[in-house]
């Protein structure tokens, strides 16, 4: 394909397409918060061996008190890209989760265990508790997301490595090797601190307004050293990512039609890190650097998304696909799509609303 995502495509498959894509930016959003939320509070409690100060409004009591919140939101928010991913790659979608067996199906337990992690994290009897214990729930919270994100990685690439389905089904083996699942998953591990540090950074603006000053420049430092290190981190492993692809895959990387995408991806990455330098230095979170990261990081998520599935349309005999999507089209479940997803936007706006009101009252 020659031309720019999403143009070229018969109508059907375009909007599938876009769909799949838009859907999949709101979960990854609210995925990278659980993910790296999850690590850095697993970190940070081996950092600070005290017991936490659950009465200001830092990184780590912020985390803590919305990542149950974040993680309905991320499963929430995934439901529409699944649907989606179905309907546009169905055979090799399926083909991969038949292939996993077991190993795939434990996602649900895994999360529904991380889940409740989530909430233990969040007590305050946990956060004033033996040190051992808060470990525990926090490396096995992370642990969880963590599996979560490796099943998906290890899914998606054996969805697109047609040559194994044979070999892995006549040895019923259940793991997939490739060389490139490390890389890939530290690239998305690593690109998520960025979104953490966005969305956290608008959180710690509106609860520090009325705390010491010297707390709120404290703040702004770390947020801004998480956004610098993680992005860094980011470009590092997406160019071994890159150049561990099969040559194949690198040139769809790179071909016409992810390759605006991936200068949209660029250049957010150097609007953050210029956002994120200003606020280290300037030790003060405001509107407009909050403002420039969010611009930034919505930029190279989009960016990276759009070359995942370049590189996802090169790997298969996607025309083929074409007459199922149409006949998708033709069932009628859009609006259904669009009325749920009209009443899900406005419960997860409730219920945020009704977290940050119990927030601003327990900092009251």
């Not at 963590?146 to 793991?175: C, P, Q």
Request: charged share 15%; hydrophobic share 55%.
């Amino acid at each position: 394909m020659n031309t720019v995502f999403p143009i070229g495509f018969p109508a059907p498959t375009a909007l599938y397409l876009t769909l799949f894509v838009t859907t999949l930016l709101l979960h990854v959003v609210f995925m990278n918060y659980v993910l790296a939320g999850t690590a850095f509070l697993a970190l940070a409690g081996l950092v600070k061996r005290k017991p936490a100060d659950t009465g200001n409004a830092t990184i780590s009591s912020i985390l803590r008190d919305w990542m149950p919140f974040a993680v309905s939101a991320a499963i929430t928010m995934g439901v529409a890209p699944i649907l989606f991913v179905q309907i546009l790659y169905k055979e090799n979608f399926y083909t991969a989760n038949l292939l996993l067996f077991h190993r795939w199906m434990s996602i649900v337990p895994v999360l529904i265990v991380g889940f409740y992690l989530t909430y233990l994290l969040k007590s305050n009897k946990l956060a004033t508790g033996q040190f051992a214990l808060r470990i525990v729930v926090g490396f096995g919270a992370a642990a969880c997301f963590g599996f979560t994100a490796l099943s998906w990685t290890e899914n998606h690439l054996l969805s697109l490595d047609r040559a194994v389905w044979t070999d892995m089904y006549a040895k019923g083996d259940i793991f997939y090797r490739s060389r490139v699942i490390l890389p890939r998953l530290a690239m998305w591990f690593c690109g998520a601190f960025p979104t953490l540090a966005t969305l956290v950074a608008w959180q710690l603006f509106s609860t520090q307004k009325n705390a010491p000053e010297p707390q709120r420049q404290r703040s702004a430092r770390h947020i801004a050293l998480i956004a610098a290190i993680g992005l860094t981190a980011f470009v590092a492993s997406a160019i071994v990512y890159f150049w561990m692809m099969p040559p194949e895959s690198r040139h769809a990387a790179i071909g016409p039609m992810s390759k605006p995408y991936l200068f949209v991806a660029g250049c957010g990455v150097v609007i953050q890190l210029a956002a994120w330098h200003l606020v280290f230095h300037r030790r003060r979170l405001t509107c407009v650097l909050l403002q420039l990261a969010s611009f930034g990081a919505l930029g190279t998520i989009l960016g990276t998304l759009i070359a995942r599935e370049s590189i996802r349309i090169s790997a298969i005999d996607f025309e083929r696909l074409y007459s199922q999507h149409a006949d998708a089209a033709t069932k009628g479940g859009l609006l259904v799509f669009v009325a749920f997803a009209v009443v899900n936007a406005a419960a997860i706006a409730w219920c945020f609303r009704l977290v940050r009101r119990g927030r601003v009252r327990q900092l009251d």
